[in-house]
Each structure stands twice: as C-alpha cells, then as structure tokens.
C-alpha cells in the first residue's frame, strides 16, 4: 500500500503562482517515477511533468520554462513550481508514483488531485 499527500492547490490569478506537494508512504523500496498530471473539464489527462528514479525530468510542452519539478528523496516528496500562471492550466492536478515496494513488486498509484483555478 502506497498513500499519496497531496497539497498546494488553490485560486490563483494569471501571472502568480503556487507550489504543489506531493508525499508518498507505504512500503515503498524505491520510487521509479514521480511526478504530476492534470485534467481540465472535457479534457482527457494529461501528463504535466515527472521525474525518474534518476533523475531526468520530463514536461509537458505546454509547461516548459514555467513549471519546474523538483524532489526530495528523503521525504519521498515531490514538488511542482508553478510560475506564470495561465488560465489554460486551471485543472485537476493528480500527483502519480510508480514504485518498487519492500516486497519486490512494482506498484503504481494516484493521488486524489488537488484543485488548481487560474484566473484571468
């Protein structure tokens, strides 16, 4: 069992920013891949930015020099900075794991999302 902390959200208006948190805890080994996604209403999922057991970061492109990802791994905590804020980021964001857990099997889980509203 993998548990997910989501925090950060909230209304913001174009131009600022927030920074969102993401926790994990369980019986995790290793932690493979972290990181972000969002859904906007009538939209599908989407990937905004994760970073690997290595440490490569990948973003969404739409994202790109706005949003940095960061972690932490000795909290297992990952964060997403978001600067310059658009309307068109107003989502869901849903922090994602997949990870290695004590027990040797891979395990993929999602947060609960946590409410970003970008306003004009």
């Known amino acids: 069992q993998v548990r997910l902390v989501e925090s950060g959200g909230g209304l913001v208006q174009a131009g600022g920013s927030l920074r969102l948190s993401c926790a994990a805890s369980?019986?995790?080994?290793?932690?493979?891949?972290m990181g972000w996604y969002r859904q906007a209403p009538g939209k599908q999922r989407e990937l905004v930015a994760v970073v690997s057991g290595s440490g490569s970061a990948n973003y969404a492109d739409s994202v790109k020099d706005r949003f940095t990802i960061s972690r932490d791994n000795a909290k297992n905590t990952v964060y997403l900075q978001m600067d310059s804020l658009k309307p068109q980021d107003t989502a869901v964001y849903y922090c994602y794991v997949a990870v290695t857990t004590t027990w040797g099997l891979p395990l993929s889980s999602w947060g609960q999302g946590t409410q970003v509203t970008v306003s004009s």
């Open positions: 369980g019986s995790i080994r290793s932690i493979n891949v």
